[in-house]
């Protein structure tokens, strides 16, 4: 149930309607998932569709900047539709992040032509997010199912478009996706924990946050099929560039030009996993701060996010503060849900940085390795990945500092006493 109002003998201490997820687009059934994405735009864009679905054989041929350079300029104003929006900011971002590493990180570019640039940017400024590949792109609006009646499972989903990486890609975007879906019961509970600590039940709240733990339990196993469906020399070495931006990355220092829309050059973070609104939407809950630096980076994070998901982290932030109600009550079992919810959201951190051990940091001193043995080592994928990008992540991050420091914050939530009684690290 989503909605627990307070009961009649119990006056609510502020007149407020209770909290819901109605006006924040969140699907009942997919939670931040956009619903049913288009797979094709009016037949006016098919230029875009052309070349958009072709950006990975273009980008090894070394056509792609060519075919894009050809490409007419069309006016974005016959996008109506939100879901018309979505699939051209999906279809504009593949080929931007194409065009500008098509031959790595030596040869960028400064400037993207005016005819990608100048739809690419009125898009965005429609939607509300950034003219690059965002998670909300990539991950929240690039899929289909195979079998439209079947399961929404890795066998039956189906990318709309790519980027260099052959089934990695696939695995990386669909398994990130499966992630966000374990997640839409605890997105679910998130009104019940609100209006419940409003209204002081604390056997509501209790429950509501054993709901929510066993879907980040969830979203932990879902998160282990990455392993199965991405190989970790193809991530770091062919796909990963086509995921990283033009902000805090050495190999565009400047920046990039979208000509037709200003003379400056401005910088954006590639996708990045702090994008999805899932974790902002725990930390608010469950009452864990960041530092100066990490929480810089994360509320920067927000600005990547469709508005309506950034609004609802915010308002979240805004409720009665979730850990002080927790620590006003003589409830055994709320302090158990409430010490069981951030132990959950700490594992499934511990094990994101075991994930990205696996992806960046080994081959990443394997890649080093490789080339001190032979500098002109061209055989081996995991060589000719991008030298400024070893301790980074897409989003721009010094990774794994960042990632431990989050980490240790989200432990820093757990109720004193509590944290006495837990050997996480």
């Keep these: 149930m989503l909605l627990n109002s307070c009961s009649a003998h119990s ?10 997820l109605d006006s924040y687009h969140v699907s009942e059934e997919l939670g931040f998932i956009l619903s049913e994405p288009l797979r094709e ?18 980008v090894l041929s070394h056509e792609l900047r060519s075919h894009i350079h050809k490409m007419p300029l069309l006016s974005s104003s016959s996008l109506q539709k939100y879901r018309e929006l979505r699939l051209a900011h999906l279809t504009l971002s593949v080929m931007t992040m194409g065009y ?51 399961p929404f499972d890795m066998e039956n989903l189906q990318l709309l478009v790519s980027v260099p990486g052959g089934n990695s890609v696939r695995g990386f975007f669909m398994v990130t996706l499966l992630v966000e879906l374990a997640a839409v019961p605890a997105l679910r509970s998130i009104p019940t924990v609100i209006n419940g600590v409003r209204c002081r039940d604390t056997e509501a709240v209790a429950t509501a946050l054993e709901d929510i733990s066993q879907s980040i339990q969830d979203m932990t196993d879902t998160f282990k099929l990455m392993q199965v469906h991405v190989e970790p020399s193809v991530f770091y070495g062919i796909m990963r560039i086509y995921l990283s931006g033009w902000k805090d990355n050495p190999s565009m220092p400047k920046g990039l030009v979208y000509e037709g829309v200003g003379t400056e050059a401005m910088e954006f973070s590639g996708g990045s996993a702090a994008q999805s609104s899932l974790l902002h939407c725990f930390d608010e809950l469950l009452g864990v701060k960041h530092d100066e ?25 805004l409720q009665p503060p979730l850990r002080s109600f927790v620590q006003q009550q003589a409830s055994e079992h709320l302090n158990r849900a409430f010490h069981l919810c951030v132990t959950k959201l700490l594992a ?14 080994v081959p990443s001193a394997r890649a080093r390795q490789l080339c001190k043995q032979n500098p002109d080592l061209e055989g081996q994928i995991i060589s000719r990945a991008p030298k400024a990008l070893e301790e980074r992540g897409t989003g721009g991050s010094g990774i794994m500092s960042f990632l431990k420091t989050v980490r240790d914050q989200t432990k820093d939530a757990l109720l004193p006493e509590k944290n006495k009684e837990t050997n996480l690290t």
């Excluded at 735009?41 to 273009?58: F, N, S, T």
Aim: aromatic residues 10%.
């Design 293 to 317: 630096k990490s929480g810089a980076f994360l509320t920067r994070m927000r600005n990547y996010m469709p508005p309506a998901h950034k609004q609802l982290i915010q308002d979240i932030s």
């Design 41 to 58: 735009l009016p037949p006016y864009y098919q230029p875009w569709m052309d070349i958009a679905l072709r950006v990975p054989e273009l």
């Design 100 to 150: 500008v590493w098509q031959e790595g990180e030596n040869d960028t570019v400064e400037v993207l032509p005016c005819n990608l640039a100048v739809p690419f940017w009125e898009v965005s400024q429609r939607l509300g997010i950034p003219p690059i590949l965002t998670h909300s792109d990539g991950v929240l609006a690039n899929w289909r199912k195979r079998d439209p009646e079947g």
């Design 348 to 361: 499934l951190r511990s094990y994101h940085i075991n994930v990205v051990s696996r992806y960046i940091t």
């Design 11 to 20: 006056a609510p201490p502020e007149p407020k309607a209770p909290f819901s």
